[in-house]
């Protein structure tokens, strides 16, 4: 098992609701309950995560390779969970964030069989759906996504400025996002643009006058990189970052005046 797959599988344990409401496009109510159970008859996988929400089982399955018999195996998991949960609904996933196209079957049509599970190629979310969101396991999740026309370097220096807030300042926590970030990031042949950011990162946090004011200063920084660069209107930027309009304006008004 690569380190991919561990990453991945912390990653998704982390944000197991979030990943499926903004992900999957799950409507999860109440309490979820992780599911950490070795299944009789099929060979127990990390990357696995199985989770009871009411009456509903939900099966995730993180992919970072095509599977060429991966609809079957999906079919084994699926009559496992049945065995044990019954009376629930089970609902499968696969979460593919491989580097190469996805080519997995996502259903058996055979011999009275009429079986199908869904796959999600993290490729085809927006970086935005995730970039943005108060965890800061999927704003890791993000290196991942569609960058679409944006700048990649833009971009990941970004990722990491959230991460760097959201973990405030916690320096052993933002290593270890960073690691995962590091990792994840050769799906997309992103290493490079990971290494210089972490380094772009620490002269802007460690050195520049803003770090030095307090926090407050960094997060109106990443607010006006995401207008300048990424082309985000001010207020979808103040309720993202939970900042005041009236004090990012004042920033901005201070900031230029500087020039």
Avoid at 90 to 117: A, F, H, P
Avoid at 163 to 168: A, D, V, W, Y
Wanted: glycine share 2%; charged share 35%.
């Amino acid at each position: 098992m690569g380190d991919k797959d561990i990453v991945s599988k912390e990653i998704i344990k982390e944000i197991g609701r979030d990943i499926s409401m903004h992900i999957l496009g799950i409507d999860i109510e109440g309490e979820v309950t992780l599911v950490d159970k070795e299944w009789t008859r099929v060979e127990k996988r990390d990357s696995d995560i199985v989770f009871k929400n009411k009456n509903r089982i939900f099966h995730i399955e993180i992919q970072n390779n095509n599977h060429k018999d991966m609809e079957l195996r999906m079919l084994r998991y699926y009559s496992d969970i049945l065995f044990e949960y019954k009376e629930c609904s089970v609902e499968q996933y696969v979460l593919y964030i491989g580097k190469k196209q996805c080519t997995m079957e996502n259903e058996i049509l055979r011999d009275k069989i009429s079986y199908k599970y869904d796959i999600i190629d993290v490729r085809d979310i927006a970086c935005e759906d995730l970039l943005y969101h108060s965890n800061p396991s999927a704003v890791a999740l993000s290196i991942l996504c569609d960058f679409k026309d944006k700048d990649k370097q833009v971009v990941v220096n970004t990722i990491l400025r959230r991460i760097k807030e959201l973990t405030k300042d916690d320096e052993r926590e933002y290593r270890n996002y960073l690691k995962k970030i590091n990792i994840l990031s050769t799906n997309r042949d992103l290493e490079q643009e990971v290494e210089q950011g972490a380094k772009m990162l620490t002269v802007d946090i460690e050195k520049t006058p803003f770090y030095r004011m307090g926090v407050e200063k960094a997060t109106f920084e990443n607010a006006i990189v995401m207008m300048e660069q990424l082309n985000h209107s001010i207020d979808e930027i103040v309720k993202v970052l939970n900042i005041k309009k009236e004090e990012l304006l004042e920033y901005m008004k201070q900031k230029k005046e500087e020039k």
